[in-house]
C-alpha cells in the first residue's frame, strides 16, 4: 500500500469511539466524536500557505487531506469540556520512498502547533506516525480492521526519557446504514 | 526477537487499564485489573497434561507461562460482575521458525476454552496472536512500548463474515516503585 491509497481509503465520515489512558493517574478517558476526512487539492490556498511556510521539502506533496472532528454532544461526559471537542488539521504528505515520508500538520496531535512528522507504511500496511514536540514524542499507529472500521493507536512519550504519559485507542466505524463490516 | 524473550520480558506483575468498545452498540468498558505472568516448567504436570491433549505436534514446546489477573475491586464499575474478573489461563508456546508457531491455551479469549492460535512475531517485535473459535476470530497484538509498559489491542470478528463485533485496548504498568518508565 502507498500514502495514497491509504488516504483515499480514509476518505469519509466516521464515528469514533476512543479511550485514553492517562497512566501516572490510572485514568479513563472515553469520548465520542464525528470525524470527516476530505481530500484536498494541492492547489487550495490553505495548502499553498502552509506550504510556503515549509520551503526546504526536497520531494513533492501529494494527496493533502483534512481531518474536522466533533464530539458527539448527546453523548455527555468530556464533550465541550476542552477545546479539543472540535476542531480540524490539515495534512499534507511528502513522500521520500514508496513506504516513508513527512507528513506536514497544521495542528499537531499532542502539542497544539503545526509540526512536520516522519510516517512509515509498515509491512502489515499500517501507518506509523512519529511527531517530536517540544516536550513531548507522540507515536501513532493507524490501520484498517476492515474497510469500514479503522483502529488508531498512540504513546505520548515524555521527551529526554523513557517515561510515558499516555496511550490511547480509537475504534472509528464508517458512518453508514448496516453494521460495522 | 524471539518468542523466549518476548515471554521473558513479560515474565512479571503488571497494573493493566483496559478499554473494550463494543461497535454496534458504541459502548466503553473500562476496567483496572492486576495481572501476574510467570513462567513454568515444560515438566510441570499442569503442562504435560495439556500437552497430553494435543499429540500431533510437530516441533518442541519451549517456555511455559501462566497469566492469571484479578480485577481491582477497590476500583468498582466492573469488578467481580463477570467470570473473568479473575482467573488464569496456560500458554505453552510451540515454534515452527524463529518468529512463528503455535500457542497452546488453557482458556481462549474471545471464547471460554480450550485453543490453539497461531503466533507470529512481527519485525517491529510486537506479537500477533490469531485464534479461530467456533463463532469468532480474535486478533491479538502484543507489544513493548518501554520495559516496563505492555500495550495491548485486540479486535474479535464474527467467523465466516467482514463484521467485526469488538475492540479492546489495554495499557500494562508494570508494578514497582518509580514512574512507569
Redesign the interface.
Known amino acids: 500500500m502507498k500514502i495514497e491509497h491509504f488516504i483515499a481509503q480514509s476518505e469519509g465520515t466516521w464515528?469514533s469511539?476512543r479511550?485514553g489512558?492517562s497512566?501516572?493517574f490510572?485514568q479513563?478517558d472515553?469520548i465520542?466524536s464525528n470525524i470527516k476526512i476530505e481530500l484536498l487539492s494541492t492547489k487550495d490556498n490553505e495548502i499553498t500557505s502552509l506550504l510556503d511556510y515549509y520551503s526546504n521539502l526536497n520531494s513533492k506533496p501529494i494527496s493533502p487531506f483534512r481531518i474536522s472532528w466533533e464530539a458527539d454532544s448527546d453523548w455527555g461526559e468530556q464533550a465541550s469540556e476542552t477545546d479539543l471537542a472540535s476542531g480540524s488539521s490539515i495534512f499534507i504528505p511528502v513522500p521520500k520512498s514508496n513506504s516513508t515520508g513527512l507528513m506536514i500538520r497544521s495542528l499537531g496531535y499532542a502539542e497544539r502547533q503545526k509540526v512536520i512528522c516522519n510516517y512509515t507504511l509498515?509491512?502489515?500496511d499500517s501507518l506509523e506516525l512519529i511527531t517530536e514536540y517540544e516536550n513531548s514524542i507522540a507515536e501513532e499507529q493507524i490501520w484498517f480492521?476492515?474497510?469500514n472500521?479503522r483502529?488508531r493507536?498512540s504513546?505520548i512519550?515524555i521527551s529526554g526519557?523513557?517515561?510515558?504519559l499516555q496511550?490511547?485507542?480509537a475504534?472509528e466505524?464508517r458512518r453508514m446504514k448496516g453494521?460495522?463490516?
Chains 1, 2 share one sequence.
Do not use: E
Open positions: 464515528r469511539m479511550s489512558h497512566l501516572a490510572q479513563f472515553n465520542i509498515l509491512p502489515n480492521a476492515s474497510k472500521v483502529c493507536s504513546i512519550r526519557s523513557s517515561g510515558i496511550t490511547s485507542f475504534s466505524i453494521s460495522a463490516n
